[in-house]
C-alpha cells in the first residue's frame, strides 16, 4: 500500500466564513526520491470548511488506495479525521440528532476515502509542516483564481501515476 502525505494550508486562519487561498501538496517517495503535486485555488466558507474543501480536493487526485497522513495547523479538523467513520456510522450528527457542521465537505471526504475497494487509512497531525511556508509563499505569488473543490461530485482520479508516500505517514 502506498504512503501518501497530505499537506494543507490556507492563508487564513480566521474562523468566520471569507474568500481565502488555499493549497495542498501530496508527497510520496519512489526509488527513495520525493515525489510532489501540489494545487492552489479560492475558497469562500469557514476557516474549517476551507481546510475540508482542500483536503476533498487533495484526494479526489488519489489513484490507489493508500495509507495517507493529513498534515494541517487546523487543530478541529486533524481530530475529527480519525473519528470520520464514526461521524459517518452517526449520519452525521451529533448527540442531539443536529447534523454536523460541514457534513457535507465530511461525507464527500468519507467518499473519496471508500473510492476504492480497500479504503484509504488515514491518520492526521495538527501542526506547522515542512511545507508551511512554502504553501504561503505559493498562494501569495499565485493569484490562485481557480475555485477550490469544483468538480468534485465527479470524483475523477488521475489517469496514471503513483500517489502518494512512502515514508512520513503518521502513526
Not at 58 to 79: F, K, P, W
Not at 155 to 169: K, Y
Amino acid at each position: 500500500m502506498w504512503k501518501v502525505d497530505i499537506y494543507l494550508e490556507t492563508d487564513s486562519t480566521f474562523q468566520g466564513k471569507r474568500e481565502r487561498k488555499c493549497g495542498y501538496v501530496l508527497a510520496t517517495m519512489v526509488k527513495n526520491e520525493e515525489k510532489t503535486k501540489e494545487n492552489f485555488g479560492k475558497s469562500n466558507g469557514t476557516y474549517h470548511q476551507s481546510v475540508l474543501v482542500t483536503l476533498a480536493e487533495a484526494l479526489s487526485r488519489m489513484n490507489v488506495s493508500s495509507e495517507i497522513c493529513v498534515h494541517t495547523q487546523d487543530g478541529y479538523v486533524a481530530s475529527r479525521i480519525p473519528k470520520l467513520e464514526e461521524m459517518a456510522g452517526e449520519g452525521w450528527r451529533d448527540g442531539k440528532g443536529e447534523l454536523i457542521k460541514n457534513a457535507v465537505e465530511w461525507e464527500q471526504i468519507y467518499r473519496l476515502v471508500h473510492a476504492f475497494p480497500d479504503p484509504h487509512k488515514m491518520a492526521a497531525r495538527s501542526e506547522k509542516h515542512s511545507y508551511s511556508t512554502w504553501l504561503q509563499e505559493m498562494m501569495k505569488k499565485d493569484g490562485c483564481k481557480r475555485i477550490i473543490g469544483t468538480g468534485l461530485e465527479s470524483e475523477t482520479r488521475p489517469e496514471s501515476g503513483n500517489n502518494g508516500v512512502s515514508g512520513n505517514v503518521c502513526p
